[in-house]
Nanobody
């Protein structure tokens, strides 16, 4: 059974940084694509960043390009989201997701496995 556990959220001032972690277990993830999504109150869950685990290929939503970086640590089975130059509009619950195929998925419905989420609040 795939398990994803997020951590690292919190309250940060605009312009600051946070690093989120997603600890993955239950499978060998070399054939998986991992994604980060976020959801603000009253809004739909939206794609933030993705990484193909085997080759480390990454892709991003336009709104975070140049500010966020997704990466993975094979030894720790962990995916990270480094968030710099945070803005108020980055506020939301951030979710880690996994799907057992190599693709460029940006829709939440394309991912089968989800963590519980971690809250990120950016204050002005």
């Amino acid at each position: 059974q795939v398990q994803l556990v997020e951590s690292g959220g919190g309250l940060v001032q605009a312009g600051g940084s946070l690093r989120l972690s997603c600890a993955a277990s239950g499978r060998t993830f070399s054939t998986y694509t991992m994604g980060w999504f976020r959801q603000a109150p009253g809004k739909e869950r939206e794609f933030v960043a993705g990484i193909r685990w085997s080759m480390g290929n990454t892709y991003y939503a336009d709104s975070v390009k140049g500010r966020f970086t997704i990466s993975r640590d094979n030894a720790k089975n962990t995916v990270y989201l480094q968030m710099n130059s945070l803005k108020r509009e980055d506020t939301g619950v951030y979710f880690c997701a996994a799907e057992e195929r190599q693709f460029w998925g940006t829709s939440a419905s394309q991912y089968a496995y989800w963590g519980q989420g971690t809250q990120v609040t950016v204050s002005s």
